[in-house]
């Protein structure tokens, strides 16, 4: 960096610094962090056919295109928050825009001359927000779902409360947004379900229908001390040893309920050791005339068994209904590997991608597996081959024709989009054909958009950041339109390694993402055990005595592949953590020469390289994808990060609770050691409550001591039976509940505060113990209740300022002031970099927040420009301001210079070059 006053730069954020009145910038090298977020509705096309609004969610904005007869052309990029994923038209003149990292709702007001748009009005919502519809009287409600917690939340999430659901649908009359700092909703509805995704409407807008996303398929893992000892017909199911002779470990057990009763593989009866209900309830009926919006009372209002995870919906505009993209998870299956056990196997055959047509009114679900043409019976024919090209993987969005008749899915994992004839795919006679399917380049397919008038279907690719138009008539692709994409190339090339099932199986319907669901989990267990593979050496690093406490003998330092039950864990925030999965068996700490700093078991890359054996394995591919594949794939999920947590406050400072629960989690102890001792917080040296090392964990198996960064996404199951020795209260029956897993590598243990109760808080807390030598005491209890609310609001990877955004209006200073004031104090700590965007006669304006109330401006002739002058801008002139917090580093590629490439925006709109190209410079 540049500058005449290296003392005073020294302290400036984002790396711009004053120098008298010049200021001299430089884009940081990590100014992008990737987040993988889903899209839900990335693509609207205006009512008059015109033009084609696409979320341009890597660099949080949104594409306008003109709508001609020689195809697209580019019109604006109007700047919005974090991460959009869903667009909706409310009419003409207004955009509504769902960012689902920012927790926010941008209102965009459309220039009447269709040649830019500016953010009037931002909405605070809850957390994650991902689809939004328009639907109720006139159509002026809007409907936004988010999962229930979140800062901008005016209710208690009740994270600790049996039987609450975690799905919310927030409700806004459009033309009365309120006058309170984020919007106020006309009501917030929960919902009897986890985190909530998609909306759709019903054909004369009096119905909102909502869905789930981890619906889940009424599995549950039962604790392993509650297994009878020994393997079949009375205790786990076996085999009792590998392919060696060696014997296998005592494990847990994969439950599902058929209707009746909780069932294991062997079709064995265990309702005893399940103390709550999983209702599965999947979408939900919402009165969008009721004042307020309410879920329609009694049956009518829900439907089940639609799918395990669902993803997206649209409604028959003809007949009302309702279609939902879904997969379909048979997790009660066992083993991956070549061989099979017993008959059983998953290799090749995990997840079902399937169209599930809902009939309001009757409360029919009818699921339609859309590659039916897949003999599942046998496996791994090389590629490419016949059956692979028919298949459609991940099916996402989807629009249907005005007449009804015509259905097209985008399949993210086959990049493709499917057409189906609606009365067929509801009759199920439909006949997978590549005749019908309509490849799209640049991979990924995520949005459409249909124009049934010109017979032109616009895609959304993901994999490139593009727009590709499909010509209907001929089911052909005729242009590929590129936006601007900050992400480095080494995320492109790596992501379709994640989802693309078309290269990662032989049957063409699996890939990753059928369980690690953009990058993160899918909320199941799995018993992926291989009882033909052999046991291998554990190479450490290990944390204190590996003496089993109950047995008194050593715990055996090895990976035997009969590892029973685990919970999908996220590819978020891998780097910094050392060897992978539970028990850290994806280690290069066999392979490895060095094992410091950064070698052995603490290379991320190499642990991530032993995953490439799955493809095999599981995914059923002829076999592993390539060395230099593999390596892409690792380049990229490496860097994908954990966005900042929703319980933690805004400023940073914990609650009393949190407060409390902090100082207790290092000096309280377990059995053997304080918490942090193994749940090590380090931000500094990237630790998140584990430091990549292995320790006995009252377990049958050595585990890698997990990361606390997840632990509010895992809220939801309550109710397990007493274990004797281990879980010495017993709830009873729980009633209905929302999740079938909770915590532990199994996702056995219902909540955090029973996982200290049982597994080792014991007489260090100075109370008098009890029997099995855990403590009891009401004091005892008030103590867990205060570290569980420490660890759901754990530190993550970015400060919880992150994302959060205002705007300022010529009116509403007297309550935007204060949130403005929180976001300039986060920034002045180096938790964010803020910046500001406005629109004045049609050009862009950016601001980037450096210090002691001074802002650099887009342009590098002008001036830092003071707060004071900045607000005048929205309070005199009308132009809205919004300021945003987004992550350390990204402030000048988000603010002032979007492509990087030395020249500012601003500069470069004068010089007519391209702001958003970095080979147009002026």
């Not at 992501?495 to 319907?509: I, K, N, Q, V």
């Not at 630790?687 to 320790?695: E, H, N």
């Not at 056995?748 to 505060?753: F, L, N, P, S």
Request: aromatic share 8%; with cysteine; proline share 7%.
């Amino acid at each position: 960096m540049s500058s005449s006053n290296p003392a005073r730069c020294a302290g400036t954020i984002a790396a711009v610094c004053l120098a008298g009145m010049a200021v001299s910038v430089e884009s940081s090298a990590s100014s992008y962090t990737l987040f993988e977020s889903g899209q839900v509705r990335p693509l609207v096309l205006s009512a008059d056919g015109k033009r084609l609004f696409a979320a341009n969610t890597p660099d949080g904005r949104v594409e306008v295109f003109h709508v001609g007869p020689l195809g697209l052309t580019h019109l604006t990029s109007i700047p919005v928050g974090m991460e959009p994923v869903a667009l909706a038209l409310r009419d003409e003149r207004e955009l509504w825009v769902v960012n689902h990292l920012s927790d926010s709702v941008s209102v965009v007001q459309l220039s009447a001359t269709r040649l830019g748009g500016r953010v009037t009005r931002t909405l605070l919502v809850g957390d994650e927000p991902r689809d939004i519809v328009f639907a109720g009287p006139s159509r002026r409600r809007a409907f936004i779902t988010t999962a229930h917690r979140g800062q901008n939340n005016p209710n208690d999430p009740q994270l600790t409360t049996p039987g609450v659901g975690r799905a919310d649908v927030w409700v806004f009359d459009a033309d009365n947004l309120g006058a309170s700092l984020g919007g106020t909703p006309l009501s917030i509805v929960t919902l009897f379900t986890d985190t909530p995704r998609a909306l759709a409407v019903s054909p004369n807008g009096q119905r909102v229908y909502a869905a789930g996303f981890h619906s889940g398929n009424r599995t549950t893992t039962v604790f392993e001390p509650l297994i009878p000892d020994g393997f079949g017909i009375d205790g786990v199911p076996g085999p009792a040893t590998n392919v060696e002779g060696l014997p296998a470990p005592e494990v847990g057990l994969i439950l599902q309920f058929d209707g009746s009763n909780w069932v294991d593989t062997l079709g064995r009866t265990w309702d005893d050791l399940v103390k709550f209900n999983l209702p599965d309830k999947d979408v939900f009926v919402i009165d969008a005339m009721a004042n307020p919006p309410a879920q329609v009372a009694g049956a009518g209002g829900f439907f089940t068994g639609v799918g395990t995870i669902l993803y997206n919906m649209a409604v028959n505009p003809v007949s009302g209904k309702v279609y939902v993209s879904n997969t379909e998870a048979l997790n009660l299956d066992r083993f991956e590997g070549p061989g099979i056990y017993a008959g059983e196997t998953l290799r090749g055959h995990l997840h079902e991608s399937r169209i599930s047509v809902l009939t309001p009114g009757a409360g029919s679900v009818t699921p339609r597996h859309l590659n039916k043409h897949i003999d599942y019976d046998t496996c791994c024919a090389p590629l490419p081959n016949g059956e692979n090209a028919k298949s459609l993987a991940l099916p996402q969005s989807m629009v249907i024709s005005p007449d009804g008749s015509t259905l097209y899915v985008a399949a993210l994992g086959s990049s493709k989009v499917g057409v189906f004839s609606t009365s067929q795919l509801e009759g199920d006679t439909f006949v997978p054909s590549t005749t019908n399917q309509i490849q799209v380049s640049g991979g990924g397919p995520t949005g459409l958009a249909l124009d049934q008038g010109s017979q032109r279907l616009y895609v959304l690719t993901r994999f490139d950041n593009a727009i590709s138009v499909v010509n209907t008539s001929t089911k052909s692709e005729i242009a590929h339109v590129p936006m601007y994409n900050p992400e480095p190339s080494s995320v492109t090339v790596g992501r379709p390694f994640l989802y693309e099932a078309s290269t990662s199986s032989s049957h063409g319907d699996s890939s990753c993402a059928s369980c690690h669901v953009y990058g993160d989990f899918d909320s199941l267990a799995w018993d992926l055990g291989n009882p033909d593979a052999e046991v291998f050496n554990h190479p450490g690093p290990f944390i204190g005595d590996t003496t089993n406490l109950f047995t008194g003998l050593p715990t055996p330092e090895e990976f035997h592949p009969m590892k029973g039950p685990m919970v999908t864990q996220s590819l978020r925030g891998m780097a910094n953590h050392g060897a992978m999965h539970w028990r850290g068996d994806k280690t290069g700490g066999n392979d490895a020469l060095s094992v410091q700093p950064n070698g052995g078991s603490f290379d991320e890359h190499a642990s991530f390289m032993k995953f490439r054996e799955a493809y095999v394995d599981l995914l059923g591919r002829a076999s592993p994808i390539t060395v230099g594949e593999m390596e892409s794939f690792a380049d990229f999920i490496l860097q994908v990060k954990y966005p900042p947590n929703p319980i933690r406050p805004l400023n940073n400072t914990l609650t009393v609770a949190q407060q409390a629960g902090s100082g207790l989690f290092d000096i309280r102890e377990c059995a053997v050691a304080g918490c942090e001792t193994c749940h090590t917080l380090d931000p500094g040296s990237g630790f998140f409550g584990g430091t990549g090392a292995s320790t006995f964990d009252f377990q049958t198996q050595m585990f890698k001591v997990p990361h606390l960064r997840n632990v509010y996404q895992k809220v939801g199951m309550f109710g397990m039976p007493e274990a004797p020795g281990l879980i010495s209260q017993n709830n009873g029956h729980m009633g209905d509940q929302v999740r079938g897993t909770g915590f532990l590598h199994d996702g056995a243990i219902d909540t955090v505060y029973r996982f200290m109760l049982g597994l080792g808080f014991s007489v260090d807390f100075g109370f008098a113990p009890v029997p099995n030598g855990f403590a009891s005491s009401p004091a005892g209890d008030a103590e867990r209740r205060q570290i569980e609310q420490y660890m759901l609001a754990f530190d993550t990877d970015l400060a919880p300022i992150v994302g959060q955004q205002i705007t300022l209006t010529s009116s509403n200073d007297l309550v935007a002031g204060p949130r403005i004031d929180l976001l300039v104090a986060r920034a002045d700590l180096g938790e964010c970099d803020l910046i500001v965007k406005t629109q004045f006669l049609l050009r862009e304006l950016g601001y980037l927040y450096i210090g002691s109330g001074q802002f650099a401006q887009n342009r590098v002739a002008l001036p830092p420009i003071g707060h004071a002058a900045l607000k005048l801008l929205a309070k005199l002139a009308g132009r809205e301001l919004t300021y945003t917090c987004v992550p350390p580093g990204s402030g000048v590629r988000a603010a002032l210079d979007r492509d990087e490439d030395g020249f500012r925006d601003g500069d470069e709109l004068d010089a007519f070059s391209n702001p958003a190209d970095p080979s147009s410079t002026p």
